[in-house]
Each structure stands twice: as C-alpha cells, then as structure tokens.
Nanobody, 119 residues
Framework: VQLQACGGGLVQPGWSVRLSCEPS????????MGWYRQSPGKQRELVAT???????NYADSVRGRFTIPRDNAKNTVYLQMNSLKPEDTAVYYC??????????????WGQGTQVTVSS
C-alpha cells in the first residue's frame, strides 16, 4: 500500500495551501504520520508529525504557521500551511507507520508533491 500526497502547486508569499495524504489501498490503521520536505541541494527534513493520539511536533521553521490535522476515520493526514514563505519551497513527502489488513506493520512514503512559493 502506497501513500498518495496531493495539494501542492505555485503560490505567492503569504498564501495558504493544504496538502493531503492518504493510502492507496485498504489498511487496518495508521499510527504515526508525518510530513517531510526536501529542497534542491538539501537533505530531507522533518516538517511535522502527529501520533495516533494526536500529539504533534513541528520544526522550528514552521511552528505557528503550519498544522498537521488528521482524520482517523479516513486514515488521512493533512498539512495546513499558512503564511507561506519562499523558503518553504520544496517537495513535500508524507510518511506513515501503518498496519496492513494482514496485521503486518509497515512504513510507507508518499510520492512527493511540489510546493513553490514565489511572487
């Protein structure tokens, strides 16, 4: 089962964008989920994570501007990005620790979605 991320695009500084990430097939449940990003020439970095109990963690660079809500019924996680800055430009990836319908746990990455912040 793969994760499908969508919602990226070209936006202006100060705008908001919401990314979403959901599994491509049936799973039993998702435990922890997170968003990461990678800019050209840089390593992939953590943006935000959320546990199955709703505990969140944010990178200092996005705290106060981004939130990571999740819909457990839909096994979907979102990344609400507000007050976007040019330095937020990156490919954003979602990641999840999940349990398949066969009760086997696995970790999966989404394919990445480009967010470009530019005037």
């Amino acid at each position: 089962v793969q994760l499908q991320a969508c919602g990226g695009g070209l936006v202006q500084p100060g705008w908001s964008v919401r990314l979403s990430c959901e599994p491509s097939g049936s799973i039993l449940r998702i435990n922890g989920m997170g968003w990461y990003r990678q800019s050209p020439g840089k390593q992939r970095e953590l943006v935000a994570t959320i546990t199955s109990l709703g505990r969140t963690n944010y990178a200092d660079s996005v705290r106060g501007r981004f939130t990571i809500p999740r819909d457990n019924a839909k096994n979907t996680v979102y990344l609400q990005m507000n007050s976007l800055k040019p330095e937020d430009t990156a490919v954003y990836y979602c990641n999840a620790d999940a349990v398949g319908v066969d009760w086997v746990p696995f970790n999966s990455w989404g394919q990445g979605t480009q967010v470009t912040v530019s005037s």
